[in-house]
């Protein structure tokens, strides 16, 4: 991730965040942080990152993309998990916790589901399937897209000013790499054993 937003700057940081926001299994909080790290001069990447500009360019790629899953749920459902779920390691399982999300806490899920980890990624698609008006969803988005930028950004700037931290990362980031393998590996058996459960709306009720 650090490599892929140095190599393409702020283009890479809009397609990490439009990818995210549309249900891939992309951590845009780390792509978030490192940005905000890339601008101070503990990080030599040039251009040099600049806070606005991050904050800006994240939140569209973030509207973009949850407006791309929002129209996929509207008008696909969940055929788009039956067809190509396997490939974006997403399952109905996933879909239904999500669903629970926007079914317990209505409208207002749309902007604090933007700000939870995982719940964020995949809100967009029940908002699609329950057809929340188009203005509604795009303005809560947006806003939640927004805090959720400034937030993570603010984090990994003020962490690349800290030159204890700035040492620390550099000298640990090997061990730290393989921490990250090692959590992503058990995020992708996770995401596979919940792919063989039966959906909510397929299970026998009680």
Sequence with gaps: MQHFISAYGYFGLFLVTVLSSACLPIPSEVAFGLAGAFCTTAFTV???FNVVTVIVVGSVGEVLGSIIAYELGRYAGRAIVDRYGKYLLLSHHDLDASEVWFEKYGTPSVLFGRLVPVVRALISL????????????FVLTTVGSVVWAILLTELGYHAGKNQYFVKYFHSAQYP???LIVLVLAAGVWHRWRSMKKPPRHARPRR
């Excluded at 908002?127 to 509604?136: D, I, N």
Aim: hydrophobic letters at 50%; aromatic letters at 6%; charged letters at 20%.
């Design 126 to 137: 029940p908002a699609g399937l329950a057809e929340m008006k188009r203005l509604r969803f």
């Design 46 to 48: 040039h251009p040099q």
């Design 176 to 178: 730290i790499a393989a």
